[in-house]
């Protein structure tokens, strides 16, 4: 049962049209009135609402990474500024985002942790309320650090209209990494064991705190590669892994299933759907061919390049050189069925049209490519001229009992950490400290749940063994494995490889695939015929992207600039390095 967000929904609107709004921000009183620090359910709302302005539920990744492509020529100007060489320093706007303002959201948790301690309701209600309101203050400000470095550092509840407290200079880097696990330490200490609704628990905290300690190890932030650094990480999501091990958590048998077995054992950090009690559910349109969705194409189109990155059944890497690409979908992995809509893939969406695969092929009824079905998804009633460039449609947590009618109202919960990247985070860490074996024997349980054969060497088809080449082995597995999860673009930032992954793209463009139907009209592919049966007859070419990709140098892209509008709000806040400023964000 999803009750969280169904329970705050009710309850601020009780809340509001009883004549009290305890989420009033230009208030400083209003968490101070009697009802607040007496009635839990009311300070319950308070920290609802820290729910409601920072838990993440980004279904579609954008055009920024390796993982998408565009959808057709009428979206061909949709290269991203990150990809098109246009990148400036208010591209990111996060810290000056005027619809969900951090700093705005900042403040009402400072006054929550100031007063709290006031509350005459039970304490470890109390302990559990300020335990959230940590975890959530040290996320907002992980969210800005990761993207600008250091950022104004503000702890208590600054009065309006007091300009020392709220016109402050940037902290260093350094000092808001110590502050974000200092908050998380004290969420640890203060948050149950475990919740089975989706409130923020010791698990999430752990594993949060590993991953905030991982970044802060990588080479984003750590050019020097200081072991150090890296060990503490090790350590930070060793011991996450310890509790979540012990709370029952670990990696869900089936893959593909992840999203749908609502709070499965892999599950972390959750953000819960249910239409209609927790506002509309989620708009899952962007992710469907249009004759299976309304009104938006072109979310999650996979590129060829993602399609290919997926290893064979036995963990050996697809090569397009020496492999057929008619025959692309056999022995893979389970997570490439479990992701990529590929021609003639089985049904993953609801009937709709009767019983039928997916079919992404094109076919020229009368020889004339500008006529027929040309350009269109391959069924005979599709009349809507939009369809996926590269060959491909996502499939991965996707809603499969939604319709069309239906396809604003999806109820696949959003998954921000689950257990196989903990995992992947210790081992990543693991690594860098010389403990290659344990980092290895990590990413063997990744593979042996996707299904990939363990082999005669028992290594699922890594055959890496230096620190550099598992490096990089991991490097590959984390693109498969959170394909599409929102992880991509912040590890290729961290990694530092933004600019130097699309700069080896061959062309520097992404390719897609068009399948051409070699038969006649009477007996081209529809509904449940079998793709192994007629994969020959079919002619497939590469295609790509309509613009070239155009980047700039790494550091660009690994500390964003500071927007001008912040900028031009508070004179104490320097400009980063890189960006015609001083502040330097490695400090």
Known sequence: MKSVYIFLSNLLFFLLFAGCDPLDKSNLEALGSEDVL????????????????????????????????????????????????????????????????PYDHIRKINIFLALVDKATFADDIKASLKGQAYFWRAWAYFRLVKAYGGVELILKPEAPGDDAAIFVPRSKTSECIAQIVKDLD???????????????????????????????????????????????AYNANKEALA????????????????????MNKEVIMVKRFQYPGFANGYSQACMR???????????????????????????????????????????RDKRFYASIAYNGAEPFLAEMFGKENMWTYYYDSDGNPATGINGKEARADNSENLYSHSGFYPAKMLDRNITRTTVEDGQVDWIEIRYAEVLMNMAEAANEINKTAEALAAMFKIRE??????GAKANYGITATTIADVRKAMMDERLVEFAFEGQRFWDLRRWRIYAS??????????????????????????????????????????????????????????FFGIPKSVLDRNSKIEQNKGWGGTFDPLE
């Open 501 to 558: 992954t699309f700069n080896s793209f061959k062309d520097k463009y992404f390719h897609g695939l068009r399948f051409e139907w070699n038969g006649t009209a009477a007996n081209r592919p529809k509904g449940l015929e079998d793709i192994n049966a007629i994969a020959n007859q079919f002619t497939i070419s590469e295609v790509r992207d309509y613009r070239p990709i155009v980047m700039l140098e790494e550091d660009k892209y690994s």
């Open 243 to 262: 509790f979540l091990d012990a709370q029952g958590k670990g990696l869900y048998a089936n893959y593909k299933d992840l999203w749908t077995d609502e």
């Open 38 to 101: 007496t009635n839990p359910k009311v300070a319950e709302a308070y920290v609802n609402d820290m729910y409601a302005n920072f838990m993440p539920s980004n279904f579609t990744v954008g055009r920024r990474t390796d993982e998408t492509m565009v959808v057709n020529s009428e979206y061909a100007e949709a290269l991203s500024e990150y990809l098109n060489g246009t990148l400036t320093a208010d591209s990111y706007n996060d810290i000056g985002n005027t619809d969900n303002p």
């Open 449 to 454: 749940r996707a299904g990939i054969e363990p």
């Open 289 to 331: 061919p249009l004759l299976y969705a309304r009104g938006c194409v072109g979310g999650n189109i996979p590129s060829l390049e993602l399609v290919n990155a997926y290893p064979m059944k036995d963990g050996s890497k697809y090569d397009p050189a020496k492999m057929d690409y008619k025959t692309l979908f056999k022995d």
């Open 186 to 232: 004290e969420s640890i200490a203060l948050v149950e064991p475990l919740s089975t609704v989706g409130r923020i628990d010791k698990c999430v905290a752990m594993s949060f705190k590993g991953r905030v300690l991982l970044y802060w190890a990588s080479p984003q932030f750590n050019r020097t590669n200081d072991i150090a650094r890296w060990t503490t």
